[in-house]
């Protein structure tokens, strides 16, 4: 060990504050398995659940182009998931709805219990970390396959706190998660930018220490040798160039560089907007950031570069866009967990009652919250049980037009060939009504060939007044699918060239006369 260098310093246990609270850590694991088991309602599930059935036809070929819609049959779709859909199409082949729910549900916990593994803290404290953690991020759990990005993200994070541990050899865990990430989720340049991120500060944090020795007197993590940084960039290198062996190779990059750079998609669609306080999800993530704020203020003195910089940008990139705040609330984990810990040991130390009858006031306090969980629970679970066992049921409950794709089917006939359809309902169209081609769907925001923008049409229909139906025509539209009440809904039923043949209190749907 170089002697500017100081070992890893972890803080001992405290005897006055058990680490682990069994029967309390049984009822956060039945609460987080309430949270991380959820209903198949994300809007882009359905395209993935057909792509995947898709490539298991076809024998795992996957289409030069987008065999989907009617409106962009010629564009060079990036299937950049398609491993993930793969996977989601043999599970709903062997175990159905439940079984991608379940899925889902396990990539969810791993990933969180993963986020956790670096923290210094006991069990229970890291339970109660990703309990609060999981419960802010309730809006964006689901069978959503950015969830495969969240676990790839937080296991480069765990590989990257072993090899600040002077662990080096750990790195090379990384080509290979790197290599399968590339084909499971475009997301993988979340994990290259983590790494070049850490790459950064470990270097400047070793010429600062080189400049001011005195420093490393003040670190609370260690202080890595050139060597072991060198190693760490010729580690990204492999990582890099491991993700050019997808079916796309270059063209996998141009395509997640098309979508990060589309001005137009990230000022419309709201994954991409900046975090507000309108709606729960804003409120809870709020006073989240809140809570985090004013524990760091009393519980935390410790000097991370490292730590304060992955937490700095990804707070910053979680308030820039809301896809993001999966990412803060992962990387919060073990620092939450941390602070907890710190926090129990302070109260138990004051106030000695505290300690003298901890086991009896937690029993208390678990068997309590272990009712309450048991009253508030069964509802959602109940929702979740249908949407895997009877999801056509479970639609009925939903804002998703189940009874209009059973008249589809019933009057297959009476409409026509060329389907506008709303941006929200692609996917679930295509898990409904697989043999149709859509107007759009969750995968093309982005997509433009000369004067078809396909997003920008779809918007200009539906936010215009009045909306410009000529973009019907451009398309050859010949019948439509749209929420009831809507401004189109009203425009087509003052339009002699059209009639509703199939109305209810979420949808009508709309055919062009002589169809």
Known sequence: MRGDEKPEQTPPPSSACPASFPALNALLLFFLLNLVLQPLEEPDFGWHLRTGLDLLRNGWRLPETDPYSHTMPDWPWVEHAWLTDGLIGLIYTGMGP????????????????????PGRAGRTHKLLAISGALWTALPFLGARTQLVTLLGLVTVLWVCDRYLARQVAHLWMLPPLFLLWANLHGGFVAGLFALALILMTTA?????????????????????????????????????????????????????????????????????????????????????????????????????????????VFLGLSLRHWRNVPFFLLVSVPLWAELLAELMARMT???????????????????????????????????????????AEFFRGTEYPIEAVQWIHAHRDMVGTRLYNDYGLGGFLHW?????????????????????????????LTNWDPPPLEVLRKYGVDWAILERGSPLAHALASEPAWQEVYADTKVSIYVKRGT
């Open 432 to 460: 409904w009504l697989p043999e149709e081609k859509l107007f759009i769907d969750g995968r093309m925001p982005a997509w433009k060939i000369g004067n078809r923008r396909i997003f920008y049409d779809y918007i200009a």
């Open 98 to 117: 439940l079984g991608v729910i379940l899925f889902f549900a396990a990539v969810t916990a791993g990933a969180f219990f993963v986020a956790a593994g």
């Open 204 to 312: 400047a944090t070793r010429l600062a220490v080189s400049r001011w020795p005195s420093l490393v007197n003040r670190l609370d993590e260690p202080t890595l040798a050139w060597p072991q940084i060198g190693h760490l960039a010729l580690v990204i290198g492999a990582c890099a160039a491991l993700t050019l062996f997808n079916p796309y190779g270059w063209r996998l990059y141009g395509e997640i560089f098309m979508s990060l750079s589309d001005r137009f998609m990230i000022e419309t669609l709201h994954e991409w907007q900046p975090v507000s306080l309108q709606g729960r999800a804003g409120v809870s993530y709020a006073w989240y950031l809140a809570a985090l704020g004013i524990a760091l203020l009393f519980f935390y003195r410790r000097v991370e570069p490292v730590r304060w910089t992955v937490l700095a």
């Open 349 to 391: 130390s004051r106030f000695p009652v505290l300690r003298q009858h901890a086991k009896r006031w937690l029993l208390a306090a678990t068997l309590a919250a272990g009712l309450g969980v048991g009253i508030l629970g069964p509802g959602h679970m109940q929702r979740v049980a249908q949407s895997g066992l009877a999801p």
